[in-house]
């Protein structure tokens, strides 16, 4: 327990940047923050150390998002959609880069947004954190035949979200 302060130092970069790209949010990721490492520190007692603390934390953080995906949904069948859109700005040199950025960008935050939590996280875990197929096995306690076929499955989900947008750059090239 001597050693929790350290472990959210090290990780919490990883935990906000997951958070985010799992929930599609940029602002306001403390409070699930803090019930990832809540959680974290009542599980560490039992943790037995078979596998990676970020290994471990990953599953937390999957399991914190679907349950705030399911509290979403049940607030959605009780408030109006909201139709805005979250721009994420990339910094760059160049104007017209950081435009076509941030149009690749929103493109691909609104089709991840479309697709389940179950295809929008195995892409995030893979794609963009870096995890390979044994650790996203172990952080959704899945075989790895059903980590590849399912992240196989989510990118052509993804891909077909995307065609619109893949068209359009097509006829710009």
Known sequence: MEEF???VEQHQAMV????????????????LAQDVFLRL???LPHFRGQAKVSTFLYRIIVNVVNDEWSRRQAARCMDPIDDEAQVLVNP?????????RGRLQEALDASLEQLKLRDRT???L???EGRSYEEIAKI??????TV???????????????????QQCKVKC
């Open 5 to 7: 302060p350290e472990l």
């Open 122 to 124: 195995i892409l995030t």
């Open 92 to 100: 760059g040199p160049d104007p017209g880069e950081l435009l076509e």
């Open 126 to 128: 893979h794609y963009q």
């Open 140 to 145: 959704l306690d899945l075989p790895m035949g």
């Open 41 to 43: 520190f009542r599980a």
């Open 148 to 166: 590849k076929t399912n992240l196989y499955r989510a990118r052509e989900r993804l891909k077909d979200t995307m065609k619109e947008w893949i």
């Open 16 to 31: 906000f940047r997951t958070l985010a790209r799992l929930t599609g949010e940029r602002e306001g990721l403390e409070d």
